[in-house]
């Protein structure tokens, strides 16, 4: 399914005419900003076909991974990210540790019930869980409007997302 969803997101993106991906990804800016709350904000630095949330208006959390371990949260800008353990752009080991109030998740796919496929880590599912029983956290995902499905399976330790933004706008889900 992975593979799947993974091609459709590519071939979507390979489809998009000059610049129509940076206007795309300027107008889920636009949607971000207009509904996020205040609070310490994390993204993630896209790779390859992701879309890119990176372009918000506010000081911005970019993760850490540790293998088998929750996220850490670190503010640094995009340009200062480094290769991580698993080859993804993060912050400088140094950079400063902060607790995100909200937090933009990448995704492979959705569903309209909030349950997304990740890259298959567990990572922001062990982090949401994490942060979530320790306090308030608001789970966004961040998508192409395209990787919008109708039904995915889940697990029981799946977090599901609390809402979605795309450049189309933003989502909610039914539960």
Do not use: K
């Not at 982090?127 to 039904?151: C, H, K, M, Y």
């Amino acid at each position: 399914m992975r593979r799947t969803l993974r091609a459709a997101r590519a071939a979507y993106v390979a489809g998009l005419a000059p610049g129509e991906g940076a206007r795309l990804e300027a107008a889920l800016a636009a949607v971000l900003d207009a509904n996020l709350g205040p609070g310490p904000v994390a993204v993630y630095r896209a790779c390859g076909d992701e879309i890119d949330p990176g372009g918000l208006a506010r000081p911005l959390l970019y993760p850490r991974v540790t293998r088998d371990s929750p996220l850490t949260f670190h503010y640094a800008g995009a340009a200062s990210l480094v290769p991580g353990a698993l080859g993804i752009p993060e912050p400088a080991a140094d950079a400063p540790v902060a607790v995100p109030t909200i937090i933009l998740v990448p995704l492979i796919a959705v569903d309209a019930r909030g349950h997304r496929l990740g890259q298959g880590g567990g990572y922001y599912d062990r982090t949401l869980a994490l942060l979530r029983g320790s306090g308030q956290v608001f789970a966004i995902g961040v998508a192409w409007d395209v990787q919008r499905v109708e039904e995915l399976p889940a697990d029981a330790w799946d977090a599901p997302l609390d809402t979605l933004a795309t450049p189309s706008g933003w989502h909610s889900f039914t539960r």
